[in-house]
């Protein structure tokens, strides 16, 4: 079988890898500045807190000082901690050291001529902590620290204030920012390089193809998928169902099965076999319950890469179920034809005994043809009650005669005028005469003849139908095979398809309750039981059963 295979196209082969790679770059370069500007703002917070930490160290080593102590609880004559905090600033590289007493008036400032004033903020360190926090001073914004001043008695006598002015804050943090650009652009560069090999290989997963055309494709996938009245599942490489329409929902009896697998969704059967692939072969007939099917299944390669299977699901039932007509009014016909060739050489006869005026002779002749002309059809209604399966007996007989085959009614058949599953049996009884027929004529002649021994009968609460032969037979190990629809052992003849009979039977017997045995080795016995139904019920896959007196050859 070949293989359905797909070429990518050529054209504007960069043009998806090119916008991929400029939206990749554009995301990167976005994110790698809004990560920049958040990594500065969480650095200067950072530096905001460590500098605070540092005014902190520097107030509690000013507020440690015994001079600036004894000068704050006695008297500040001399101006000692004025010069006292100005060594210390300087030595910290603070911008200011402010020393004040509870009475908010200020004892040292960078600005000589605040000494002496008094602040307009209260005094926090009357709860006897250290405060740190962004202080906007006369001298600025700056890193604040302010920690309590003890006096030499231990006695709470005011607080020092340490700030550091935010341009040392700003200064180290433009000095580390080239790192942080640095890395924001390296890790831009190593995102560049993913985005290309990332549309590389989009590239190669859509095989070519534009974002424009794979939108396309899916739109004419859709429309062409549920606009045709074929059956369509698709398959993964690893067996999962991919596609499936609402067609072949319809036909398989599926329903949703996107993503599982076969075994999943179908029981073990010839139509599971023919859609995994294990029945090779083009257009395979399978017969379900509702419809007679054609399967065909093709792998799809891209590229030399196995992409999986494409299946597709005819429906035939109408056109099996007119083939069956058909066939069923060649039989008919057949058997008019073999009357009428018989009738045609008994005329003859007659009429060369009229032409030698032996007329006592030719008048016993046409008594004796009248009354062997009904002699089989009498002998036949002695058994069977009902006219439909009378007909359809006798026709059988006499296209069997003309095949050098008989078919006899054994005696202990019995079946009333209106027995249960007529129209089954019909078709049960025309497809295993059709099949016996076949086999007996293809088979060496016995001794006693080829023959078919047939035999019904209605018991209170069941219908037996034995077919016998003395053909070929059913070949030992074969005996369930030969139930499978597609299996045969003749090439078709007519317009039926060959394989669709005996699996016909089966599925009706079993339809209905019944059971279908068949004997292996030469001579094939075929014994249909069917029990009595309270109703009898509609069959599915109902077309199947239509069947004029003749039956049908569908084995």
């Avoid at 054609?294 to 083939?323: K, S, Y």
């Avoid at 007509?325 to 034809?337: K, M, N, P, Q």
């Amino acid at each position: 079988m070949t293989a359905i295979r797909f070429r990518a196209g050529r054209g504007g082969r960069r043009r998806l890898s090119t916008r991929i790679l400029a939206n990749e770059l554009a995301i990167l370069a976005l994110t790698g500045l809004i990560g920049f500007v958040l990594f500065a703002f969480a650095q200067r917070a950072e530096l905001d807190r460590s500098y605070e930490q540092r005014a902190l160290e520097i107030a509690k080593v000013a507020a440690a000082d015994p001079q600036i102590r004894h000068a704050t609880e006695h008297g500040d004559r001399g101006h000692t901690v004025q010069s006292v905090a100005q060594r210390i600033g300087k030595a910290a590289q603070a911008s200011y050291v402010v020393v004040i007493d509870l009475e908010r008036v200020r004892h040292s400032h960078p600005m000589p001529s605040l000494i002496g004033k008094r602040v307009a903020e209260p005094i926090v360190v009357r709860d006897g902590r250290t405060h740190v926090g962004i202080d906007q001073g006369a001298l600025g914004r700056s890193a604040n620290a302010k920690a309590p001043l003890y006096g030499t008695s231990g006695a709470l006598v005011g607080e020092v204030s340490v700030g550091i002015a935010e341009r040392a804050v700003l200064g180290e943090l433009w000095f580390e920012l080239p790192t942080f650009g640095l890395y924001a652009a390296l890790a831009t560069a190593i995102g560049a390089v993913a985005a290309s090999l990332l549309a590389r290989r989009l590239k190669r997963t859509t095989f070519g193809l534009e974002l424009e055309e794979i939108a396309c494709l899916l739109q004419d996938r859709e429309a062409m998928l549920h606009g045709i009245r074929e059956g369509v599942v698709a398959f993964a490489p690893d067996k999962t169902i991919t596609v499936v329409n609402d067609e072949a929902r319809r036909l398989l009896g599926i329903g949703t099965a996107l993503g599982h697998r076969l075994d999943e969704v179908l029981p073990d059967g010839r139509l599971r076999r023919a859609l995994d692939g294990t029945l090779t072969g083009t257009d395979v007939s399978v017969l379900t319950d509702d419809h007679c099917l054609v399967v065909n299944r093709m792998p799809v390669t891209l590229q030399g890469r196995a992409l999986g299977a494409v299946v597709t699901v005819r429906d035939r039932t109408e056109m099996i179920g007119l083939l069956r007509e058909l066939d069923s009014v060649r039989g008919l016909t057949d058997a008019l034809r073999a009357q009428q060739h018989e009738f045609t050489n008994r005329m003859h006869t007659l009429a060369g005994l009229l032409d030698i005026g032996d007329h006592e002779s030719a008048y016993d002749y046409a008594i004796e043809t009248a009354r062997s002309g009904q002699a089989l059809t009498e002998a036949v209604r002695r058994h069977i009650g009902n006219p439909l399966m009378v007909g359809l007996i006798v026709a059988k007989t006499t296209v069997a005669a003309e095949r050098g085959v008989r078919i006899v009614l054994t005696d202990d058949s019995a079946l009333g005028d209106d027995p249960p599953h007529l129209r089954r049996l019909l078709t049960i009884a025309g497809n295993l005469l059709d099949n016996a027929v076949d086999a007996t004529a293809e088979a060496p002649a016995a001794e006693e003849g080829r023959r078919i021994l047939l035999t019904v009968t209605e018991a209170e609460d069941v219908v037996v139908l034995r077919v016998a032969d003395n053909g070929r037979g059913i070949a030992p190990g074969t005996a369930q095979s030969i139930f499978e629809d597609g299996w045969s052992t003749r090439p078709g003849r007519g317009t039926a398809r060959r394989g669709l009979g005996l699996a016909l039977v089966h599925r009706l017997v079993q339809r209905h309750g019944g059971t279908i045995t068949v004997s292996e080795g030469p001579g094939a016995v075929f014994t249909v039981v069917l029990p009595h139904p309270a109703t009898a019920p509609v069959p599915q896959g109902a077309l199947f059963t239509k069947a004029l007196p003749m039956g049908s050859d569908l084995g």
